[in-house]
C-alpha cells in the first residue's frame, strides 16, 4: 500500500490556501497540488539510488499563477486548441477565449488555475470541480472527477466527467518531464519512443490541417528509441511550422482500452518512463516556448527544450474535423479516461 501526506503550500493570490499531497509508494514520491491538479514533483532513484527529481515545477504557489507554461498542469475543459476560439455543436455557434493567437489553447483561463477539493480516499488524491455553465465560453456545467494513484513505480491519473447539457471535453495533463532532473537543461540527448504510425500535421499555428499523415520516411517515425534532438532542428516543414516536436501522434490501437502510448529513457540517469492511455491521440511537445518561465525550484532556469510533454488526449481540433475521435460528451453520460506514468531504472 501506498502513503499519503499532505502539507501547506501557501495562499493564492486571492487569500485560498493550497495544500500539496504526496503521495509514495516506497521508492517514487509524488507531489500534487489541489491548485490546477498540478504534478508539482516526481521524485525516482536513479541509477545510483539517488531521488531524481523528473518533473518541472516552482517552489511557490505565485510561481504557479504567474507561469504561462501550464507546467504540471491538469487542463480542461478542452485539451490543446480550437481553430479560431469557435466551433458547433448541434447547430449552435459557441464563442471561446482566444489565448493563443487567433485560437483557443487548453480551456481558456482553465482548469489549471482552479483550486480543486481534495479528497483523501484509501491513499488515492481524490481532486472534484465544478466547471459552470458558460465557463470560458463552453455549454453546459461539468462536474469533474480527476483521481491520483501511486503503486509500483506507476503514476495513475483517472478522469471522470459528466455534463449537465452536451459540451466538449479533453482532459489531459501536461507535465513537462526530464529524465535527467528537472534542472539538468535541455533534453536532447534523452531517448524517447512512440507508439504511433501516423500523426496529424499542422498550420504555422499549431492547427491540424486535417490530415493524417504516416511517420514513415519522416523525422516524425519514432517508433524506435530516438535521441529526442536528433531531428527537432530538421529544415522539415511541419518541424519549423512550430520550432520543434508539438504535435498529435495517433497511438496504435483501439481507444478505450489501456495500451502503450510512450517510452522515455535517460542514459545518464537510467530513469525510464512509459506512458500508457485509453485516449485515440498523444501530443509529443518539446518545450519549444518554455524560455521565458519563472524560475523553477531551487531557483534553476528552465530555458528551451528544457522539457518534454506527453499529452494524451484527443486530437487538437477534433471537432472542426467530424471523421475524428470526438471530444463531445453528451448530457448524462460519463467521460472517463485513464493515463498511466510508469517509472523504472535500468542499470
Request: charged fraction near 20%.
Amino acid at each position: 500500500m501506498g502513503m499519503l501526506r499532505q502539507q501547506a503550500f501557501g495562499k493564492t493570490a486571492d487569500g485560498q490556501q493550497v495544500t500539496r499531497f504526496l503521495l509514495s509508494d516506497g521508492t517514487v514520491t509524488a507531489a500534487i497540488l489541489d491548485f490546477g491538479g498540478t504534478v508539482q514533483s516526481v521524485l525516482v532513484p536513479n541509477r545510483q539510488g539517488t531521488p531524481t527529481d523528473v518533473a518541472l515545477g516552482y517552489d511557490t504557489i505565485a510561481d504557479y499563477e504567474r507561469q504561462d507554461k501550464f507546467l504540471g498542469a491538469l487542463i480542461g475543459r478542452c485539451a490543446n486548441r480550437i481553430a479560431r476560439g469557435t466551433f458547433s455543436l448541434d447547430g449552435k455557434a459557441y464563442s471561446l477565449r482566444c489565448n493563443d493567437g487567433r485560437n483557443h489553447l487548453h480551456g481558456g483561463h482553465g482548469f489549471d488555475k482552479r483550486l480543486w477539493q481534495a479528497d483523501v480516499q484509501d491513499d488515492q488524491l481524490v481532486l472534484t470541480l465544478e466547471s459552470d455553465d458558460g465557463d470560458e465560453g463552453y455549454p453546459g456545467a461539468l462536474s469533474v472527477q480527476v483521481t491520483y494513484a501511486l503503486q509500483n513505480g506507476a503514476l495513475s491519473i483517472n478522469y471522470e466527467a459528466r455534463a449537465a447539457a452536451d459540451t466538449l471535453c479533453n482532459l489531459t495533463n501536461h507535465t513537462y518531464w526530464n529524465l535527467a532532473g528537472h534542472d539538468a537543461g535541455t533534453v536532447g540527448g534523452q531517448l524517447i519512443s512512440l507508439c504511433a504510425d501516423a500523426f496529424t500535421p499542422v498550420d504555422a499555428e499549431a492547427i491540424p490541417t486535417g490530415a493524417l499523415s504516416a511517420v514513415e520516411g519522416t523525422p516524425f517515425d519514432l517508433r524506435c528509441p530516438t535521441p529526442i534532438g536528433l531531428h527537432w532542428d530538421d529544415a522539415a516543414e511541419q518541424l519549423t511550422n512550430v520550432g520543434g516536436y508539438d504535435h498529435n501522434f495517433i497511438v496504435n490501437g483501439a481507444a478505450g482500452g489501456l495500451r502503450a502510448a510512450a517510452a522515455a529513457h535517460c542514459e545518464q540517469t537510467g530513469i525510464r518512463m512509459e506512458v500508457e492511455t485509453t485516449m485515440p491521440g498523444l501530443q509529443f511537445y518539446t518545450g519549444n516556448a518554455l524560455a521565458g518561465a519563472p524560475l523553477g525550484k531551487g531557483g534553476c532556469t528552465y530555458g528551451r527544450r528544457h522539457g518534454f510533454c506527453l499529452e494524451t488526449q484527443f486530437y487538437p481540433d477534433a471537432i472542426h474535423h467530424p471523421r475524428w475521435p470526438q471530444p463531445i460528451l453528451r448530457a448524462g453520460e460519463a467521460y472517463r479516461q485513464q493515463t498511466v506514468y510508469r517509472f523504472s531504472v535500468h542499470r
